[in-house]
């Protein structure tokens, strides 16, 4: 097995999921890369490289000995709504040149994520399941469900081993979010250890699917490693872990934060939120490659605020 590739490293989910796949398969196996340079140093190997860069790809691949390809650049859904033609060509240009390389045989395995945003308002709202109804209304999920059709193709129609999640909103401490519906969960942390207060934009009952940064690397690393015969969706996977809302999550951080008050100013993000489904039906992932979540609210809660506690007072 050749080496790992990781476009978008410095984004909210690649900066996780690189020290994690360091810490499994060796510092010098993964190879982080990102279109802009880390303000810290990063331990191990960095390339600067565009997404939308194909010659440098296709180049950095057959120099650097890569067989498996972890593309997360993205633009997300509240910036790809402000800038609908750019989120559009970032998010499938890159992923045909990666599908592509694939295809000529420059590389043996490809994971690229998709999104919840894939449902619409016409989707089931509770345990969405697999094969619901998907209508997206933003350009992020209309990128993302053309996304899956094509990983789909890819592999009917050439063998590409490729391999996707459905990932909910996303919770982590160690970096922030960027430009997505649900970063709310992260920055009610931070304004929670910081002034005890929060001004949240969404709406206090609006109920999404989210999950801890650790079960999403742990899915991630999952699928990629299960045997490819295990592997029976070439779409996307659902997967999920908690549903809540901001006022359930509020409650949970007061039980921690003493005096932690919260108000609600929704904006336009939470009409994109109120196009997504509540709860997710992740029944094929579990059955197929064995997927299971790890966090409780409970324990989500305790950790982000341990976590954003460790990075204040470093």
Known sequence: MGKKLVIGALGQVGTELIQTMRLRYGVDEVIASDIRLRAEPLDGPFLVLNALNEEALRATVKEMGISEVYLMAAMLSATAEQMPDKAWDLNMKSLFIVLDMAKDGLIEKVFWPSTIAVFGPNSEKRNSPQHGTLEPTTVYGISKLAGEQWC????RRYGVDVRSLRYPGLIGYKSMPGGGTTDYAVEIFHKAIEEAKYTCFLSEQRTLPMMYMDDAIKATIDIMEAPAEQIKLRTS????????????LAAEISKVVAGFQIDYAPDFRDSIAASWPESIDDSSAKTDWA?????NLQKL???MIDGVCSLKNA
């Open 152 to 155: 789909a193709y890819y592999h």
């Open 291 to 295: 997927w299971k979540s790890d966090f």
């Open 237 to 248: 996977y659902n997967i999920s872990s908690l549903s809540f809302s901001p006022e359930e």
């Open 301 to 303: 809660v305790r950790t």
